[in-house]
């Protein structure tokens, strides 16, 4: 969304959300919802003045703007024209409707001329998108999905410890200004209808963040879309929140910034990732700056899929021809912009995104040099990539991966992949003190069966090593089978042996597992037990407090086979019950 599509939309909401308010009372059978795209690109295209509505102005709204942007043709087709009687009502009889507006009444008027053929516009909309193939869509410039596969045949990204990409996120400088400006604004300060801030307030927070005023002949809140895009960025951030009435206010912790806790730093960074697309460049031509829309996410992705670095001159003729490729304006946009990478790219560095090295600036274009994606710009990429529902191998740098991000990776990786991830974990860490991470990683969560087999798997490879750690583990109910059992291999003295309960979780584990995987191989498990050993199991294994007994006699008892197995199942559930 462009920085005059967020303002617009930030100046309407008071006046929306009364309006809403207003319609439950007196327009009950309008859908306010409706009116939002109305009157947004009314006070786009044709009035700066919300209150201002002209006969003409409505005409071309309606019929020459509308089948542009509305969304669903179908609910406009049937609410739209009510949806607006309520709203000019409601500017009326509120006292918005400004002297300079035609009438009530022949707005009103305006309405049932054009609504004939508004509906047949909407008609039309909708005959045409039954013919559309969903998947020959076009996307805007940040589209991910058209390099879906090249993302998923990407090495390995390795991702940066928390502790470090937390360091860099307190050193970011538009957090900074988000914060400082969230400050500047206090407690509760007013917002206009006309737009968010009087000039002489525009300058004072200009000010406050450290941004130069420029010179203009029109209203300075018009020309200075970084402080509104930092603005926006406050309001991500949760720094800046609606107060009552038209006011806005600062969040109390806003002035701790940046925050001690890491966890709390990269929650609040991550909050603020999707600003990039305030990036994208700003255009007076609506419909040009859409052109444009999602520039700043291609080029992350370009980015990523290079390994993290571009030039940036072959990087923007690329981009040129992809904004002329996917958009019949993308060529013109592109020249009317000047240079549309300097704002992707000064967003991107204030963001902690990316560097850039080596650049010549010539009549305020950059050329040459490089760019780089950061360390904290890959763990944005790849989280922006996985919002998308984008498969990229993306895992936690070995140094810093936990045991349990090892054992829940490993889980799902091919099992030579799985044992190169540990091998080299392994590595970095003296078996005895491995063995205490990865029994500790599986004693966190009881229910997780994978985990825990994974764990005792790779720990008893250990042997002697492993020996401490095996006898702490003996404290934890869902590891002590595995414990007693390791230790009675490796013959340590006074170690107790297994039990058969101990016997019993084992195999409730694994059923646990198999169930996972699929009724068939649950079933396939079941058969190698045979019935009658499965009978005399199920007559003893309900009485074992594992986390998943109950569903699992219940999985027996709707899928196996055997209707006596079946039946045993079931008596074992009902005891299983009984008892907990």
Known sequence: MTDRIEVAATELRPLLEEFILWARANAPDSDPELVGPAALWHRLAFSQDL???KRADLRNLLLDRMPKVVEDPDSAADGML?????????????????????????????????????????????DDGEGDDVEDETGDLGDFEPFADELADLPTIRLRPDSELAAAAREVPL???????????????RVGEDTLLSDAEVEEALTAIGLPT????GPLAEAVPMLWNIWNLAVDLEFLEPGEGDTVAAQDDTSEWPFDDDEDVLEAWMLGLHSVDYGDPELADDDLAMALTGLTRALLVRLLLAGGTRELDGLRRELAEAAADID????????????????????????????????????????????ALTPLGTEGVVHLVDDADIDVDARPAIESMSAHELLALSAELPEEEADAEFAAWMRLRQPGRAAEELLEAAAEDESDALIRVQAASVVGTLGEAAVPAWQEALKQSSLRPYAATHLSQLGVEGAPEPTQDDTHWLILDMW????????????????????ELLNDLLEVIWKIPHAHVEELLDLISQVHPDKQVAKAARRALFKARSQS
């Open 82 to 126: 009510p949806a607006v009687d309520a709203y000019l009502t409601f500017l009326s009889q509120t006292g918005r409707l400004t002297e300079g507006s035609d009438s009530l009444g022949d707005l009103r008027a305006e309405l049932d001329d054009v609504e004939d053929e508004f509906v047949e516009l909407m008609e039309d909309l909708l």
């Open 51 to 53: 209150g201002t509505w």
């Open 512 to 531: 646990t597992i198999s169930a996972g995987l699929g009724r068939s191989e649950f079933v396939s498990s079941l058969r190698d037990i045979g019935p």
């Open 328 to 371: 019949e304006l993308g060529a013109e946009a592109w020249q009317a912009a000047g240079d549309p990478l300097t704002p992707v790219i000064d967003w991107l560095v204030g963001y902690g995104l990316i560097t850039v090295e080596g650049t010549t600036v010539v009549d305020g274009v950059a050329t040459g040099g490089t760019l």
């Open 175 to 189: 957090i900074a200004k988000a914060r400082d400006l969230a400050l500047w604004v206090g407690s509760g300060r």
């Open 214 to 217: 420029p010179q203009t002949d």
